[in-house]
């Protein structure tokens, strides 16, 4: 038991915290020296940038007024006797000549009833569709912008590319316009499904950072020349995980001056009926069968055989092409890629399987209907 004269526990560091609180109070801080007058901080001299970035920068400069920023609408109805335009979607594209053609990806513009495109000077202006091309996911707009002068972008080449070369992607990424991101090539030769389900062949591979926004929008060289269009992702989240894709410029110079022109891709025409691969590979064919030649065709004139039935009633193979130029042909999709490359008037020499043996043909191409 404590007596009374006696200090309890704890007493004696009553009065330290006691003081200690009230120093900390904010009425005991005023009493503190003034500090001096607080002034910014001085600027350390930066020095010059370094080659790579000058030249990143002049890159930029000189590309971004060819790229534009797409809006497309769709129609809706807000009553019973009105219809409004409704934002549908935002992409990327640029700028392919000074008539006003602009490129972006079919994707960005498939079911809309109009688009805007909105040009590095920040003015809107509303587009026509010219033409597309589903199967290579890429389309042509065009606009009239009064007043304006138009930059082409530079185009290159896509055949030459190598892996590991810079890259650079400028876009609008979730709608923030005139972004530029960076990378290499990652890889080349890839294949990506276009919006109808067919393949794209010789796609280019990239790390530099593509997200939803940046599709139809330029993928570039360090020489600011165009290398091909940013079309898709792979990845989990739905933004950039380091692998993008972008369809090949070979493939675009080619397209789009048949868009321009035609509205549509001319293909050349065969003049054949392809069985469809999974009955080839129930029947041990590798290759695309020939199912049927159509008269007065390229085809009919080299003599290609299709495929019949004999007196019993017994299935009769005809040719089965194994090559197509340089292209080993292993299936009917194969084949159609193989005819995409070459252009109506040209012949393709072709490689067929016919009753056990090897049989060369050349066949003159003519013009899909």
Request: proline letters at 7%; glycine letters at 10%.
């Amino acid at each position: 038991m404590y007596h009374s004269d006696t200090p309890k526990p704890g007493r004696r560091f009553l009065v330290p915290l006691l003081l200690a609180a009230l120093l900390a109070a904010p009425a005991c801080r005023k009493l503190r020296p003034a500090a001096s007058e607080a002034e910014p901080r001085p600027v350390a001299a930066r020095g010059d940038l370094a080659a790579d970035e000058r030249a990143t920068i002049d890159l930029f400069r000189q590309s971004s007024p060819s790229v534009v920023f797409i809006t497309t609408l769709s129609r809706r109805r807000t009553g019973l006797f009105r219809i409004a335009e409704i934002p549908r979607g935002e992409g990327s594209g640029f700028v392919w000549d000074t008539d006003g053609h602009v490129v972006t990806n079919f994707h960005v513009i498939q079911g809309a009833s109009s688009a805007r495109v909105t040009l590095a000077d920040g003015s809107t202006w509303p587009a026509s569709f010219v033409g597309g091309a589903p199967d290579r996911d890429l389309a042509v707009l065009r606009i009239f912008p009064t007043g304006r002068t138009l930059r082409p972008i530079l185009v290159g080449t896509s055949k030459d590319l190598l892996v590991g070369q810079k890259v650079f992607a400028i876009g609008n990424p979730f709608g923030l316009d005139q972004s530029l991101s960076t990378g290499i090539v990652s890889a080349l030769g890839r294949s990506i499904e276009s919006v109808t389900g067919r393949q794209i062949e010789g796609v280019v591979q990239t790390d530099a950072a593509i997200n939803p926004g940046n599709s139809g929008g330029p993928l570039l060289d360090s020489a600011g020349r165009l290398i091909g269009v940013n079309t898709a992702i792979a990845s989990t989240s739905g933004s950039s995980a380091g692998i993008g894709f972008a369809v090949p410029v070979d493939t675009v110079n080619q397209v789009v001056p048949q868009l321009i022109q035609h509205g549509r891709v001319i293909r050349p025409r065969l003049g054949v009926t392809l069985a469809d691969d999974a009955v080839a590979a129930r029947l041990g064919v590798e290759g695309a069968l020939i199912l049927s030649v159509e008269p007065e065709t390229g085809a009919a004139e080299a003599g290609l055989r299709g495929t019949t039935r004999d007196e019993d009633g017994t299935l009769v193979l005809g040719d089965v092409v194994t090559r197509a130029g340089e292209r080993p042909i292993r299936s009917a999709d194969d084949l159609i890629a193989a005819l995409e490359e070459k252009k109506p008037g040209e012949t393709l020499p072709l490689l067929v399987l016919r009753d056990g043996e090897t049989v060369r043909v050349a066949v003159s191409l003519s013009a899909a209907p």
